[in-house]
């Protein structure tokens, strides 16, 4: 068992040794365990924070590492796509060197009478190599190494060493005695006050002073206004007066054949148009009316006779009591208590949390592509023809294509569409020529 030696345990100790024996373990325990508590949940605060960042910082070095493996497998089907692209070009261009040259220079070396050739593309060739590429760079991570508490055991003091004070009671005896109980007085009797009413005039409601609004006053007036003004106007005429009297009336409408239209200049007198509006005669004015005071005439209860006292004497009044006194008086020993101790359990901080700094390796994955071993080229193979094709030979390799799985049409010996489909489907299966019947086809096929 240990005694008290941490800073913790000795201020438990003078907090203990200052009460005056009301304190008990549990406060002590309480205090000591609120400080250590308060300590630890500060160090696992600062625990989750850290891991919170190294989270953070692995989940970006996850997303860094899977967009580089994306980029490097994007990058791989780009050479892959540049492979075949040239292939095709090559391809191509070999076609229309042969179509444009020619045919002299462009026949099958050692041909054989009776058999058939044809110039066919060879594709090119891979292998397929395995890199190591790197997907997440070497680094450091910090890790959390959490503290670590126990307990330990104490001895504490709970009590002092004190010493009581035993009190002996005295003895007492019963005598009887004539007390006073209450002594001679003066009191005073009130004579209440006498009311009387008087009647009181009061205002209800004071006087006023309003203003009154005086509408305005309008008339209707009269009023001609011009409209259209005098002016003058050409219209046509007739002619003159006849003195001879040829024509209605005497007027004519032309002088002679030689005239023209008669127009006359006429005065057309001006336009007036009578209109009524409506005017103020007089303007709005305001009105002060006045209100007088409103009075009424009440009952008010008010004092007529003050209230007054009258004294009166009360004698003595005195009681025959029995009364416990002293008969031997009490008396005092001395007890001697010893001190009093607790063992109790603190929780104690044995290592503090700390950090240490772990490497963490490059990562590596392994990714397989393709490298081109050979290019494709053009070359002569023989291949067959209605020359030297039979309907057993066909029929014998559309059983063979049936039997690994190529072909599901009638053995019928007749090279339709069914059959050749077979055969290209074949030859991309073996990594052969594709296009043609050769007799490598035929060989593969265990037909030749």
């Known amino acids: 068992m ?3 030696k941490t800073p913790i345990a000795l201020a438990v100790m003078i907090a203990v040794t200052g009460l005056t024996g009301c304190a008990t373990s549990s406060d002590s325990d309480s205090m000591a365990s609120e ?10 605060r600062k625990m989750a924070v850290l891991e919170q960042r190294l989270s953070t910082k692995d989940r970006e070095i996850t997303t860094l590492a899977t967009e580089k493996a994306e980029m490097s497998r994007r990058t791989i089907e780009l050479e892959e796509r540049a492979t075949s692209m040239s292939s095709s070009s090559m391809s191509s261009s070999m076609s229309s060197t042969t179509s444009m040259s020619g045919t002299g220079e462009l026949f099958p070396p050692n041909a054989i009478p009776g058999h058939c050739y044809t110039r066919i593309f060879i594709p090119p060739t891979f292998k397929t190599e395995t890199e190591q590429v790197l997907v997440a760079e070497g680094g450091e991570r910090l890790e959390i190494i959490p503290g670590e508490t126990g307990y330990e055991t104490q001895k504490v003091l709970v009590k002092e060493t ?39 005039r009061i205002m209800v409601s004071p006087g006023t002073e309003r203003l009154v609004v005086i509408p305005a006053k309008y008339t209707t007036v009269t009023e001609k206004i011009l409209v259209k003004a005098a002016h003058t106007s050409w219209k046509k005429g007739t002619g003159p007066i006849s003195l001879g009297g040829n024509g209605s009336n005497g007027i004519v409408a032309r002088i002679d054949d030689s005239t023209g239209e008669i ?19 007089e303007p709005a004015s305001t009105r002060s009316i006045t209100t007088p005071p409103a009075y009424k005439t009440i009952k008010r209860r008010v004092v007529d006779q003050q209230a007054s006292t009258s004294p009166v004497e009360i004698p003595a009044v005195y009681k025959i009591v029995k ?35 772990i490497s963490t390796p490059p990562k590596y994955s392994t990714v397989t592509r393709r490298v081109p071993v050979t290019e494709g080229v053009m070359d002569w193979r023989e291949i067959l023809c209605k020359t030297n094709t039979s309907p057993r030979m066909v029929m014998d390799m559309q059983s063979a294509l049936k039997n690994a799985g190529f072909y ?22 073996k990594g052969q020529p594709v296009g043609q019947l050769t007799l490598g086809t035929l060989k593969s096929l265990g037909v030749m």
Do not use: F, H, N
């Open 2 to 4: 240990k005694l008290i």
């Open 35 to 44: 400080s250590m508590q308060s300590e630890l949940d500060e160090q696992r």
């Open 162 to 200: 004190s010493t009581i004070i035993k009190t002996i009671p005295g003895t007492y005896r019963m005598v009887e005695e004539r007390i006073l109980v209450k002594e001679a007085s003066t009191s005073l009797r009130p004579i209440p006050a006498t009311y009387k009413y008087v009647e009181e």
């Open 263 to 281: 127009m006359c200049l006429v005065e057309i007198p001006a336009v007036y148009r009578t209109i009524t509006k409506r005017v103020q005669a």
């Open 323 to 357: 009364r416990r006194i002293v008969d031997q008086p009490p008396t005092t020993r001395s007890i001697e208590i010893p001190a009093v101790y607790k063992t109790i359990k603190i929780k104690t901080i044995i290592r503090s949390p700390s950090t240490r700094t």
């Open 408 to 429: 599901k049409g009638p053995v019928d010996g007749v090279i339709g569409r069914g059959t050749m489909q077979a055969i290209k489907s074949y030859q991309r299966s």
